[in-house]
């Protein structure tokens, strides 16, 4: 309920180094890792294992076999990029909040509506994105790869994202020497809020180099 325009939107990274991790991370979290297995691993690996395909039937339709090193992940191979663990946000949270409380107003973990999630809080509140990360390499390849729009890329998965963060302006240069500093992660404002349309409905617009 404390969303108001002016705020701004910082942004926690999913992906990359983490003080908490013992190496980087590709920044998948959990959601859409089922659709980048269909897009990423060959065929034979549903076929062998029935437990890992889309009940829905979609196919896999990838070109990587486990161990395969696809270039732009840093030497990562593509079955541990898949399976990178969600990082540890809870701990982050709880340093906002000991810091800040009242300023953070509020929290989206970017999962189940990747960039779009955010508007699942806060009233009347149009959220403007327009200083989005780099997506990391494993959301580049899944896109080159599945041919996807990027608005429906940025509808399923965080695309580096890990959690929104909506905070006073006057603590979000704060916000990001806490995180960073703290938990080696990396952290950027990535918009602000506006006035939404008075319809009792959220909306959120990306922009950037992939378009509106």
């Keep these: 309920d404390d ?5 701004v939107i910082m942004s926690v990274r999913s992906g990359g180094p983490c003080k908490l991790e013992s190496k980087p991370n590709s920044g998948l979290m959990s959601n859409g890792a089922t659709s980048a297995r269909h897009v990423l691993m060959v065929p034979k690996y549903a076929l062998e294992h029935l437990e890992i395909a889309d009940p829905k039937g979609d196919p ?3 070109r990587f076999e486990i161990g395969d090193k696809p ?22 949270i709880r340093r906002m909040l000991q810091e800040f409380g009242a300023d953070i107003h509020g929290i989206a973990m970017c999962t189940g509506g990747g960039a779009t999630k955010c508007t699942r809080i806060g009233n009347d509140i149009k959220y403007i994105k327009d200083n989005m990360p780099t997506p990391d390499p494993l959301f580049l390849l899944i896109q080159e790869e599945s041919g996807k729009t990027w608005e429906a890329m940025y509808k399923s998965f965080n695309m580096g994202v890990g959690l929104d963060v909506v905070v006073h302006k006057s603590s979000s240069d704060d916000v990001k020497k806490l995180i960073e500093s703290e938990f080696g992660v990396g952290c950027e404002r990535i918009g602000h809020c506006e006035q939404g349309e008075k ?14």
């Design 71 to 92: 270039a732009g992940l840093g030497g990562m191979e593509i079955s541990e990029a898949i399976i990178s663990p969600t990082r540890h946000f809870p701990l982050i």
């Design 199 to 212: 319809n009792g409905k959220n909306h959120v617009l990306i922009t950037g180099k992939f378009g509106n």
């Design 60 to 62: 896999y339709t990838g």
């Design 3 to 7: 969303i108001a325009p002016g705020d």
